[in-house]
């Protein structure tokens, strides 16, 4: 029999959600609705998320506020109970990492600092496994790894790392506040963005592949966990949302079985690996077009890192994990849906 949470002291009924219109954002936002919280969402672009519905984009209460101008952060939150900071720069390209840092640790100090002042009952934090570190022998990764950098370790990992010290500085001066590190997200979105993008490549045929491993959930369950955590009294705790360990060869098989595509058939060794990021780089100087593959992705690529997810099935008696072959054919048959409308 599933134990149940007690209730938070103060209760949450109205929630901000910064990023918002990213991927993961969206569907925190659905989770929301669905869990009947009335829901606050910052936007900075025009373009709201076309993948979770009009009923969803239309029953959020749209602001504009800026991670980096903390007077409209505070606007923001007037009124609100709780805060999913959702929002952040993912990017591997060397022109892009000085705003990166930028708005993941200083926007992150904004939004706690925000919080603090405006008395919020209750914030999470969408962090990162990246943010835990990685491990160069195949070891397994949970809530209790210290950060420890090493080459495997990306420029958006060092900034979600230190945007995390900022999170766990505010639980200090008094923030309740829980911190999520999910692993490589799935789900069904724009394709041309974000991890969606491995999709898109393995439906084109993208003949590569390595034997690198890593964790994958589905981008459902990470909305769902932040929904469920809103409503219990649960702070200054970190919690790994990962599913499956499962290699890449594995992942992109399962993919171009349910896009019924060839799948790959070319492993990237280390040395190919090197060799193609440095033909990708040259030739994004030409397309203007983000590389597909940069030194720290195909490192990744290369890398074996397992995590461990039992914490939040502990904590979360009633929380089950989606398996990634289910969430990987949910997926598929969304997009092949969508070529289908466009047909």
């Known amino acids: 029999m599933s134990q149940e949470q007690p209730a938070p ?6 929630v901000l959600v910064t990023g918002g219109t990213g991927f993961l954002g969206a569907y925190i936002l659905q989770a ?3 869990a ?3 829901v ?3 936007r900075r672009s025009p373009r709201l998320p ?7 984009t239309d029953g959020v209460q749209w602001i504009e506020a800026d991670l980096l101008d903390p007077l409209s952060l505070e606007e923001a939150m007037t009124g609100v109970d709780a805060v999913v900071h959702a929002a952040a720069m993912v990017s591997f390209a060397r022109r892009d990492r000085k705003q990166m840092y930028k708005t993941n640790i200083e926007g992150t100090a904004n939004v706690v600092n925000a919080a603090l002042e405006s008395n919020i009952a209750k914030c999470i934090y969408i962090s990162s496994v990246a943010a835990l570190g990685r491990s160069t022998q195949g070891a397994t990764v949970d809530e209790g790894k210290q950060w420890d950098e090493i080459r495997l370790d990306t ?12 999170v766990w500085r505010a639980i200090g001066e008094g923030l309740d506040a829980v911190i999520l590190n999910p692993s490589t997200i799935l789900g069904y979105g724009d ?3 974000t991890s969606c993008a491995i999709f898109k490549h393995v439906f084109e ?3 590569w592949y390595t034997e690198g491993i890593n964790g994958f959930v589905d981008v459902q369950d990470v909305a769902r966990a932040v929904a469920i955590l809103l409503g219990t009294p649960l702070t200054a705790e970190r919690f790994v949302l990962s599913a499956d360990n499962l290699s890449f060869h594995q992942v992109f098989d399962q993919i171009a079985a349910g896009f019924g595509k060839k799948k790959p058939s070319r492993e990237a060794t280390p040395l190919l690996a090197a060799i193609a990021w440095k033909l990708e780089g040259f030739k994004s100087l030409f397309t203007g077009r983000d590389p597909l593959l940069t030194r720290e992705t195909s490192r990744l690529a290369q890398s074996k890192t397992y995590f461990d997810n039992r914490k939040i099935l502990q904590a979360l008696p009633e929380f089950r994990f989606t398996p990634v072959a289910d969430t990987i054919s949910r997926t598929c048959a969304a997009y092949l849906k969508d070529l289908q409308n466009k047909t």
């Open 32 to 34: 929301l609705l669905r």
């Open 9 to 14: 002291s103060r209760p949450v009924q109205q």
């Open 50 to 56: 076309f993948f979770i519905g009009d009923a969803v």
């Open 155 to 166: 420029h958006y990992a060092v900034s979600k790392y230190h945007a995390e010290m900022e």
């Open 191 to 193: 394709w041309n963005t």
């Open 205 to 207: 045929e993208f003949p």
């Open 36 to 38: 009947g919280y009335r």
């Open 40 to 42: 606050r969402a910052i």
